[in-house]
C-alpha cells in the first residue's frame, strides 16, 4: 500500500507492472494517476483510490448571508469566511471561524501549500524538468495571503492542525469553510454530525476563477520484487483495484474512486452525491514533485517548514523562499 509519491521513493524496490497489464486495463483510470505510478517508464502500482484537496462550505450559512455561490477565487473566500464568522459571533458562538484547514509542519502542509502556489500561478516546487519553481510573485503573494487568515478567519492553533483536527472544528459545525480530502464528506454526514446535511463541496477556489488547484492524493497498491509469487501478488493488485471492488470500498468507506466511470455510478452517487459534482477535480489535480524521487522527503519536509515559518509570522514569504530555492539547489535541483 503505497501513498501517491510513494513509488518514486521506494522506485528500486517495487515490481515493473506494464508487462502484466493492457492499455485497456488502464484506461480506466484517471490518467494523472497512472503518471503518479509511472517513474522512470515504469509502472511501480495501481491506483485503489483517490485524493484531492477540495473546499466543503456550508450551504445554509451561505444561504443565511445572501451568497449565492460558494466562493470561486480566494479574495471571495476570505470576504465571506470574514462576514460568517462575524455573524455567526454576534449571534453568540465565539467558537466559531470561517476556515479552517491543515496548518502543522507536516505533509497535510505540503499539500495545502502546494494548493495555494499553483492556484496563484506559482509553480509546482520542482516541475518535471528538475528546476525549482517557489522563488517568485505569485508564490510569495498565495503565501501572504495565507498567513494573513491565521488568527482572522482561521485560528491560530491552525498551527498544529491536521485533517482531523480542521475535521473536529466543521464536525461541530464551528467552521463556515474547510479544506479536506474526500474521506470527510461521509464523517460529516453521520449522525453526530452539526453540520449532516447542511455542507456541500466544491473545487478549491484559485487567485482567479478557474485557477483553482487540488493537490493529488490516495493510496495505491503495488508489488514487491521480493514477493516469493510475483504472478499471483499482481493478479491480486488487479483484482483489488477492478471496478467491482472498487465500488464496494467505496460504498464502505466513501473514498474518491480512480475512474471517471464510477463518478457516473447511480448507485454510488446516491451514496456520495458529492461525487456528481467532482468528477472533474482529478483532471486538473496537482502531483507533488515526484521528481525529487528518493529525496522527496526532504524536499517536502524543507518546503512545509518554509511555509510554516511565514503562517508562524516567523519569516516573510520573500525571503522564506528565496532561502528555500537556495536550499533545494544544494539538492541538486537546477535554479530557473
Not at 528500486?12 to 502484466?20: A, C, Q, Y
Not at 508564490?139 to 483536527?165: N, R
Not at 520573500?318 to 541538486?332: F, I, K, Q, R, V
Request: some cysteine; overall charge negative; hydrophobic content about 45%.
Amino acid at each position: 500500500m503505497l501513498d501517491v509519491f510513494f513509488p518514486a521513493i521506494v522506485a528500486e524496490h517495487l515490481v515493473d507492472l506494464t508487462p502484466f497489464i493492457d492499455q485497456a486495463f488502464l484506461d480506466q483510470y484517471y490518467p494523472a494517476l497512472i503518471e503518479a505510478n509511472t517513474v522512470g517508464g515504469q509502472l511501480l502500482a495501481l491506483p485503489w483510490f483517490a485524493g484531492a484537496g477540495m473546499l466543503y462550505y456550508r450551504t445554509d450559512l451561505l444561504e443565511k448571508y445572501g451568497y449565492d455561490a460558494p466562493p470561486a477565487t480566494w479574495a471571495e473566500l476570505t470576504e465571506m469566511a470574514q462576514a460568517i464568522q462575524d455573524g455567526e459571533r454576534a449571534e453568540g458562538n465565539p467558537d466559531f471561524w470561517g476556515f479552517v484547514w491543515q496548518g502543522n509542519a507536516y505533509e497535510g502542509l505540503t499539500c495545502d501549500a502546494l494548493e495555494w502556489q499553483k492556484s496563484f500561478g506559482g509553480g509546482v516546487i520542482i516541475n518535471p524538468d528538475g528546476v525549482i519553481e517557489v522563488n517568485n510573485p505569485e508564490t510569495i503573494e498565495a503565501f501572504d495571503l495565507a498567513a494573513s487568515w491565521v488568527g482572522t478567519i482561521t485560528p491560530e492553533a491552525v498551527l498544529s492542525y491536521q485533517e482531523e483536527d480542521a475535521r473536529a472544528v466543521w464536525h461541530a459545525g464551528n467552521a463556515a469553510f474547510m479544506r479536506n480530502w474526500g474521506y470527510a464528506y461521509t464523517l460529516s454526514q453521520a449522525d453526530d454530525s452539526a453540520v449532516a446535511g447542511n455542507f456541500s463541496v466544491v473545487p478549491l477556489p484559485g487567485s482567479e476563477p478557474g485557477m483553482g488547484a487540488a493537490t493529488l492524493g490516495g493510496w495505491q497498491l503495488g508489488v514487491t520484487k521480493y514477493s516469493s509469487n510475483i504472478d499471483a501478488a499482481v493478479a491480486f493488485v488487479k483484482w483489488m483495484v477492478s471496478d467491482d471492488q472498487l465500488k464496494q470500498y467505496h460504498f464502505l468507506r466513501g473514498e474518491q474512486p480512480v475512474m471517471p466511470a464510477l463518478y457516473q455510478d447511480a448507485e454510488l452517487v446516491e451514496a456520495l452525491p458529492y461525487l456528481a459534482d467532482m468528477g472533474n477535480i482529478l483532471n486538473f489535480a496537482t502531483a507533488r514533485p515526484a521528481v525529487a524521487g528518493a529525496q522527496y522527503n526532504d524536499v517536502s519536509q524543507l518546503y512545509y517548514t518554509a511555509v510554516h515559518s511565514i503562517l508562524e509570522g516567523q519569516a516573510d514569504a520573500a525571503t522564506a523562499m528565496a532561502d528555500l530555492e537556495l536550499t533545494l539547489a544544494d539538492l541538486g535541483f537546477e535554479l530557473p
